[in-house]
């Protein structure tokens, strides 16, 4: 009997790091209407969400071009009280998954200079930037750089049961980033203040992609964190279930043949792979993984540089 030879659109394509950057940096804002406060344009909002918006004509002005908020609500108190109520009603609405209770900015740019604070869960739905940090815990060994990695919980809401950094976490308005690595690092991994402070902040990234909530232009502060051997870590908050100590080139070949790791992970992990020389300036990649890892902060210049997944 002869096999029948598998026609070559079924061949599996190679996978590379480039692809977990374009995997994050899926949009299409053809499909969103400006969110606009003071005409500053801080985020996008599908057209579905811009015609449930029209509901609330005291909160929102609703223009063909873009949807704003009312004059009259001229304060961050203001602003925040009104899309709080509207919050709660679309969370027993089933239209935002749930009141989260952590603050993020909405901002055009500066995330200390907000215009209003919103709900993390309903971010999304008027597509404003969110802010988190993440870091990579590493530990020298004498065969190389070993990373922790998380194993996420089977009943997390998000991305369950798939691996994750060493500790991530979502950084509230009001809460200096040292105090939140901080708590993070201690709720996720156990990790004592003394041992946390020693992280050194290495920079941020940041993408856009669409999810089913809605637009999402994250930052991401990394850190990078060197443990001693003897440090194991522990969740201490429920939201992992399990870690592993794993050689750096293992992890590695994992995000860039595998999706196992959230794909907002993948990113962290490939800056720190740059800046440890596994990939080097030799791949043919190199430049464009370096410049993928940051995408525009001003909102407004989304539109005018096509996604990597765009040719």
């Known amino acids: 009997m002869v096999r029948r030879q598998a026609p070559y659109h079924?061949?599996?394509?190679?996978?590379?790091?480039?692809?977990?950057?374009?995997?994050?940096?899926?949009?299409?804002?053809?499909?969103?209407?400006?969110?606009?406060?003071?005409?500053?344009?801080?985020?996008?909002?599908?057209?579905?969400?811009?015609?449930l918006l029209a509901e609330w004509p005291d909160v929102f002005t609703i223009r063909p071009d873009h949807v704003g908020i009312e004059r009259h609500l001229n304060t961050i108190q203001q602003r925040t009280a009104a899309i709080d109520r509207l919050t709660r009603i679309l969370v027993r609405r089933g239209v935002i998954p749930r009141w989260h209770g952590e603050r993020y900015p909405v901002t055009a740019a500066d995330r200390l200079r907000p215009f209003l604070l919103i709900d993390r869960d309903a971010a999304p739905l008027y597509g404003v930037r969110s802010y988190g940090q993440h870091l990579n815990g590493f530990v020298r060994t004498r065969e190389g750089i070993r990373l922790w990695v998380a194993r996420r919980a089977a009943d997390k809401a998000s991305y369950p049961g798939m691996l994750d950094n060493l500790v991530a976490g979502g950084l509230?308005?009001?809460?200096?980033?040292?105090?939140?690595?901080?708590?993070?690092?201690?709720?996720?991994?156990?990790?004592?203040?003394?041992?946390?402070?020693?992280?050194?902040?290495?920079?941020?990234?940041?993408?856009?992609?669409?999810?089913?909530?809605?637009?999402?232009?994250?930052?991401?502060?990394?850190?990078?964190?060197?443990?001693?051997?003897?440090?194991?870590?522990?969740?201490?908050?429920?939201?992992?279930?399990?870690?592993?100590?794993?050689?750096?080139?293992?992890?590695?070949e994992m995000v860039q043949n595998s999706t196992d790791f959230k794909p907002n992970c993948n990113l962290v992990i490939i800056d720190f792979l740059i800046r440890h020389g596994v990939i080097s300036p030799d791949d043919p990649d190199y430049l464009e993984l370096v410049t993928g890892l940051r995408r525009p902060l001003n909102l407004a210049a989304l539109h005018e540089k096509r996604p990597l997944t765009q040719p």
């Open 172 to 252: 509230p308005y009001g809460v200096a980033l040292a105090d939140n690595l901080a708590k993070e690092c201690w709720e996720e991994a156990a990790i004592p203040p003394p041992l946390s402070a020693r992280a050194q902040p290495v920079g941020a990234v940041s993408y856009c992609w669409e999810t089913a909530g809605g637009l999402k232009p994250d930052v991401l502060f990394t850190y990078d964190l060197e443990l001693p051997e003897s440090y194991t870590p522990r969740c201490t908050d429920g939201e992992v279930e399990s870690f592993e100590l794993l050689p750096l080139e293992r992890v590695a």
């Open 10 to 51: 079924e061949a599996p394509l190679p996978m590379s790091f480039l692809d977990r950057i374009r995997a994050c940096n899926t949009y299409d804002l053809s499909n969103y209407t400006p969110f606009c406060i003071d005409r500053h344009l801080v985020g996008w909002i599908r057209p579905v969400v811009r015609d």
